[in-house]
């Protein structure tokens, strides 16, 4: 076996990419051009990374299938990091299942959990944990077991699980400090900071308080009546009423419960809801047919009261009533709260991320960038664009799990 190839691979696992690149920087084989790439994407320069290992991938003869899908497996995570979550990325199932057929269970199982951070990615939580449950965790590279955790992290944080978040937060920094890393241990210790960060704000009343995550995990796991602003849902115990979808209802549900046990009065609703700046018998038509639709939807878990001035709720079994809110409320929200993961994205990925057109996206960006909350860098297809991290956004929270794909 070629010393300098081998000696280069115990580096980049070492974590000492410098020393890599002194093996073999000047070698243009397929093996050395795979190593030099990888070597360059631990130092950071993604592009020049791609480039090498495609190099590499297109070097390798007909019968080196394992050494190209191991091409494929670290351009997919250069692609991950760079959330470029088409293209490449999208080819690891058939480059995993390449490895496994040869028996290198080590990088058939990291393409696994390249999978898994992508799902969770794009919000498909549960594809993201059944990929986690079918890995072969044994076979784990030692570096990719923190990185295992942090997925399962990121999934019990977008269910609301605190408990579980916090398992998995303890096991990944555990597996982090086993590598010996320090820039890994730094990046789950940054990542387990979201249990502690404020996740919601609770309007009940007339008082208003932040929460964190195991907070709000108690507070929808309790029999009041909570509408949720953070994902669209009114609550009430185990039942939910998504309503994302019927902003018109959703607003009237959420301004009803910020003055409950008052009630709201009509010319409020009508201002509030439908931008009205006088209300007029269109106006209180309208009122009428939307507040009917409301009690309607609501069913038995609340109703609506007409009272002299105007409407108020009524939550089933005297339960109490909660508005749970953003910590920090604006437009464009879902878009922030993925640009404060630290990352640079691409506009079709944050599509992706959020189920809606890239042209959607596009003009979210260009209003966040004119009020100075997002930045873009590069040109054409390399756009990327980034923010400032805002500590405590409620990441988990604004990003529900999209429904499964037809």
Same mark, same amino acid.
């Given at each position: 076996?070629?010393?300098?190839?081998?000696?280069?691979?115990?580096?980049?696992?070492?974590?000492?990419?410098?020393?890599?690149?002194?093996?073999?920087?000047?070698?243009?084989?397929?093996?050395?051009?795979?190593?030099?790439?990888?070597?360059?994407?631990?130092?950071?320069?993604?592009?020049?990374?791609?480039?090498?290992?495609?190099?590499?991938?297109?070097?390798?003869?007909?019968?080196?299938?394992?050494?190209?899908?191991?091409?494929?497996?670290?351009?997919?995570?250069?692609?991950?990091?760079?959330?470029?979550?088409?293209?490449?990325?999208?080819?690891?199932?058939?480059?995993?299942?390449?490895?496994?057929?040869?028996?290198?269970?080590?990088?058939?199982?990291?393409?696994?959990?390249?999978?898994?951070?992508?799902?969770?990615?794009?919000?498909?939580?549960?594809?993201?944990?059944?990929?986690?449950?079918?890995?072969?965790?044994?076979?784990?590279?030692?570096?990719?077991?923190?990185?295992?955790?942090?997925?399962? #992290? &990121?999934? @019990?944080?977008?269910?609301?699980?605190?408990?579980?978040?916090?398992? !998995?937060? %303890? /096991? +990944? *920094?555990? =597996? $982090?400090?086993?590598?010996?890393?320090?820039?890994?241990?730094?990046?789950?210790?940054?990542?387990?900071?979201?249990?502690?960060?404020?996740?919601?704000?609770?309007?009940?009343?007339?008082?208003?308080?932040?929460?964190?995550?195991?907070?709000?995990?108690?507070?929808?796991?309790?029999?009041?009546?909570?509408?949720?602003?953070?994902?669209?849902?009114?609550? #009430? &115990?185990? @039942?939910?009423?998504?309503?994302?979808?019927?902003?018109?209802?959703? !607003?009237? %549900? /959420? +301004? *009803?419960? =910020? $003055?409950?046990?008052?009630?709201?009065?009509?010319?409020?609703?009508?201002?509030?809801?439908?931008?009205?700046?006088?209300?007029?018998?269109?106006?209180?038509?309208?009122?009428?047919?939307?507040?009917?639709?409301?009690?309607?939807?609501?069913?038995?878990?609340?109703?609506?009261?007409?009272?002299?001035?105007?409407?108020?709720?009524?939550?089933?079994?005297? #339960? &109490?009533? @909660?508005?749970?809110?953003?910590?920090?409320?604006?437009?464009?929200?879902?878009?922030?709260?993925? *640009?404060?993961?630290?990352?640079?994205?691409?506009?079709?990925?944050?599509?992706?991320?959020?189920?809606?057109?890239?042209?959607?996206?596009?003009?979210?960006?260009?209003?966040?960038?004119?009020?100075?909350?997002?930045?873009?860098?590069?040109?054409?297809?390399?756009?990327?664009?980034?923010?400032?991290?805002?500590?405590?956004?409620?990441?988990?929270?604004?990003?529900?799990?999209?429904?499964?794909?037809?």
């Amino acid at each position: 076996m070629d010393s300098l190839i081998t000696g280069a691979a115990r580096a980049l696992a070492a974590g000492d990419p410098l020393a890599a690149l002194k093996r073999v920087a000047l070698r243009g084989d397929p093996p050395a051009l795979a190593l030099r790439g990888i070597a360059m994407a631990q130092l950071g320069d993604l592009a020049r990374a791609r480039l090498l290992l495609r190099s590499a991938a297109r070097g390798f003869g007909p019968d080196e299938t394992m050494s190209r899908a191991r091409c494929v497996v670290a351009e997919a995570e250069i692609a991950l990091v760079s959330r470029d979550l088409g293209g490449p990325i999208t080819v690891l199932a058939a480059a995993r299942a390449t490895l496994a057929a040869h028996g290198d269970r080590a990088n058939a199982a990291h393409a696994g959990y390249l999978e898994a951070r992508r799902l969770l990615l794009i919000g498909r939580l549960d594809a993201a944990e059944a990929m986690l449950g079918a890995l072969d965790t044994d076979a784990l590279p030692v570096v990719s077991h923190s990185g295992y955790w942090l997925v399962a #992290a &990121g999934i @019990a944080l977008r269910r609301i699980r605190a408990e579980a978040a916090r398992d !998995a937060f %303890a /096991r +990944a *920094l555990a =597996a $982090a400090r086993a590598t010996g890393l320090p820039a890994l241990v730094a990046e789950v210790t940054t990542a387990a900071e979201a249990l502690a960060a404020p996740a919601a704000r609770l309007v009940s009343g007339s008082t208003e308080r932040l929460l964190d995550l195991a907070e709000v995990e108690a507070l929808l796991g309790s029999p009041m009546l909570v509408v949720d602003a953070c994902r669209g849902v009114v609550r #009430a &115990g185990p @039942a939910q009423l998504p309503l994302a979808g019927r902003p018109v209802i959703f !607003a009237l %549900a /959420r +301004a *009803l419960a =910020a $003055a409950w046990p008052g009630d709201v009065a009509r010319e409020a609703l009508i201002a509030g809801v439908f931008r009205g700046r006088e209300s007029d018998e269109s106006h209180r038509a309208r009122l009428r047919v939307e507040i009917g639709r409301l009690r309607k939807v609501l069913g038995g878990l609340a109703g609506v009261t007409a009272t002299k001035r105007g409407f108020m709720l009524e939550p089933a079994g005297g #339960a &109490g009533v @909660a508005v749970l809110a953003p910590p920090a409320e604006g437009a464009h929200a879902d878009v922030l709260a993925l *640009l404060a993961d630290g990352e640079a994205w691409s506009s079709s990925a944050l599509a992706l991320a959020l189920g809606v057109s890239p042209r959607t996206v596009q003009r979210a960006l260009e209003t966040l960038s004119e009020a100075g909350l997002a930045e873009r860098f590069g040109h054409g297809r390399a756009v990327r664009w980034t923010t400032q991290r805002v500590p405590g956004f409620p990441t988990s929270l604004l990003l529900p799990a999209l429904p499964k794909p037809g």
